[in-house]
Each structure stands twice: as C-alpha cells, then as structure tokens.
C-alpha cells in the first residue's frame, strides 16, 4: 500500500498544478455543500484515505467477530444486574435500559474507532455505540475528492472506488419500523441542539432522506412535546427519531421529564439508537471484552480477535487484576507504567477528559490517575498509532507532512461493518471536535 501511497503523493508533487486545482475545488465547494464542522471546511488535505480490497475484507471479517463478542456480553449486561453494575450506569440509565425499544439490536447504526497500520496491526480502542456521526458527510466527500483533479489523475493508472454508506441507514431504519410494528411510510426527526457543529451533516440528513422518500424535519429537544399519545415538533408528527443528541446530555438537561422518554415508555415513538446503546458504548465495555474473567463469555475465534484488536482495558479502581498473565496491584501498576497508558472517562465523547500518559508529567499523571478514582474512568494500554504522508498546498506550493490516521469502519445493526470514517491529525488525539482533526473519505485502490 504504502507504494501507492508514494505515487499519489509523487503526483501531487510533480503536478503542481493539478494541486493548486483542487484546493481550488476544495474551497470552492465543501462549505457550499455543507461539508464543514462549526465553521471549518472538513479537509485540508489533498489524497483520501486508501485501503486495499483484501484490507479492506480483514477489517470487515475481524470486525464481524468483535461485534459477536460485544453481542455476547450486551446480552449478559441486559439480564445481569449484578454483571452490570461494572458499567457505572446512573439510576436514570438504569431506568432507560429496561425499555424495550421495539427492536432487538442496541447498535442499529454504530462507529468502532480503530487504528490501522498498513501490513501491520489493527486496533479498536472505543465503540461509538450511541450517535455516530459523519456518514453523510463521508459519502459527500467522496464525490468532491473523485472529482479533484488530481484523483481523476491518479485514476489513469489505478481503479478507485468509495464506500458510499448512507443507503445502509436507510436499510436499517425499513427493518427496525418493520420490526417496530409500524405502518407505511414513518416521519423522521433528527434530534440534536442546535448549535453543535454538526449540524451541517443533519442537513444533508435530511436531503437524503427526502430523495428516499421520507418526510424528515431537523428539530431540538426542546422544541418536542408530547400530545395525543404521539410526539410532535410543532405540526410534524414523529414516528422516528434519529437520535444525534447524546443520551447523557439529555438526562443532564432534563432528568427523565423530557417528551422524549414518556413516549419511549408508552411504545409512541422508535427511536435509534435505543438507550440500551449504552451497554456498549461506555468504555468499561472494553474492559468486559479484555478481561480474562469473562472469557466464557465468548467463542474460540472471537477470544482470538479480542487478543489480537482489543486493548488491555480495566475500570480505573482499587484493586489486582491481571495483565499478559501477570497479577498486578492496578493503582500502582497505572502509576508505574503510565507511558504505555491512556485515562478516559467512561462515558464522554471529543476525546474530553482523555489523558495521554506518554505526554504527561509524572506530577501531573498521578492527579490524573487520583481524579479517575473519584470518578468513573477506564485504563487502557497503548497500540500502535498509524501514520501516513499526505499532500497539502500550503502558501502557494505542496508540502507532503505526516498525519497520524484513524479508520473508524461504520457498524450496522450491531452485526457488520461497511464503510469508514477516516480522521487525520498533526497531534495524538485524533478527534476533529477536538479541534486538530480533518477528515478525509475511505476509498478502496488497486494498480490497473
């Protein structure tokens, strides 16, 4: 791969003005096309993301097997109380979770955020279980950068095929009404605040379901209301929710009063995805799946892709456990071995509150670490972080710089993964709401 790499990069770099062209077409389109997050246009780089076919098919095979695993042990949290309680739910949580949602998955749409190393490893290190987010903007950008100059270049001597997305939504939500019970053709809203810096994404939400044929509004928390045993946004009726708000942020705003909970309740309302996400998008979900203690929990293969993708994770706690084999004091052993380690809060997004420990100072590590008692927190080991060249124009000419890269595969109905969010960043926490972040789209590349 990384051959291929070289001559799209050598490209950009022999022809420059083929890549004076497409920044060009860059900044002329992505806000136009609301491809930008708050105000900032979402790449700033010139090459997509590539994999290879047969990569590509190992991340979807092994992600297959991470998902049973993860199946397996949600299906052991929602009927373990004493199983659950490891996840630090809130009582409010605890409510919400027993409330059927009228469909089986807890993960209709879902993100796993990974680290790829070409030839190399393989690495989940969170599973957006909740609202994931970018695949409108994903399938958008894939149009922009087959068009840019240097893309239709570059496919002279080699085949390029995005992996569009969208259209697995619209699968998923057909056979959850389907399964929901409900009658001909559902009104959809996208819930979420208005001022988050996605909501550019929600409006190309709504286009898209609109071409597919669905009635979708763009409507916040605040402005629904419940009447007439059915939720409204003013006139609109809600059949569906696409739920882009964070489940914590709601019952932060509104306890369990919102319209938005007494219709889930009441069976008035789909919603995905269902606050039994929550199962497996809080980080102790990591620690379930590394943990040695509940390897009955899974199948010969799914502990294989386990070992082999899923980091050494426990809840932050007094307390030994074990760690490649080893019985350790963890308290001491995070403190001790705090440059193979990472903090991060067990329920938050952003990368908000994550601690590096390679890129803290002692002092400043064993606040972190004591913070993380008195709160609900996670320990995870270090994996091998992918880097990548990309080309850039920058003050009239290319530059190729490193970038470190997320590969974030999209997950569908909690069962399969197709197609990826791709993140790219000059520093360690490869976040774009962290604010160093840019995104790029995913795209399947072979020699002609």
Partial sequence: MYDIIAAYNDLAVAQPSLAGASQALLDEVLIPRDLHFGHRPLSNVLRPHFLTWPEYQYIRREGAL???????????????????????????????????????????TGRIDTFFVH????????????????????????????????????????????LPARWQL??????????????????????????????????????????????????????????NESLYSGDFRIDVIYKRVLGS?????????????????QHKVLMFNPYRCK?????MSFAVLSDPANADLFTTEELRAIDEH????????????TRDGQTVDLIPHILEAKDGLVLKPNDEYGGKGVVIGWETEPEAWQAAVE????????????????????PIWHNGGVHVGERLVDLDPYVWQGRYVH?????????????????????????????R
């Fill in 371 to 390: 913070e993380a008692l008195r709160s609900s927190f996670v320990v995870q080991a270090k994996v091998n972080i992918a880097r990548e060249d990309y």
């Fill in 419 to 447: 197609g990826a969010l791709t993140r790219l960043s000059a520093s360690t926490l490869l976040n774009v709401t962290a604010g160093t972040g840019s995104t790029v789209p995913t795209m399947i590349v072979e020699p």
């Fill in 310 to 321: 899923i980091p050494w994770t426990r809840k932050v706690a007094e307390m030994k456990t």
């Fill in 119 to 162: 030839g190399g490893t393989w690495h989940a290190v969170e599973y957006n279980a909740e609202t994931p987010a970018a695949t409108a903007y994903e399938d958008e950008l894939s149009d922009v950068f087959l068009n840019l100059p240097l893309m239709q270049a570059f496919a002279q001597d080699y085949y390029v095929q995005p």
């Fill in 170 to 227: 619209i699968g998923v939500l057909r056979d959850l009404w389907r399964q929901y019970g409900g009658q001909g053709s559902p009104q959809i809203a996208i819930v979420d605040w208005d001022t988050v810096p996605t909501y550019p994404e929600f409006e190309l939400w709504q286009r898209y379901f609109g071409q597919q044929g669905f009635k979708a509004i763009i409507t916040t928390p605040q402005d629904i209301e419940y009447r």
């Fill in 249 to 265: 942020e709601l019952l932060e705003a509104y306890g369990l009063e919102h319209p938005i909970f007494t219709a889930l309740s």
């Fill in 279 to 283: 199962l497996l998008h809080k980080k």
């Fill in 66 to 108: 991470l998902l049973g695993a993860f199946d397996r042990a949600y299906r052991r949290l929602l009927v373990d109380e004493t199983f659950r309680a490891q996840m630090d739910l809130t009582p409010d949580e605890e409510y919400l979770v027993q409330i059927d949602p009228g469909y089986d998955s807890p993960t209709p």
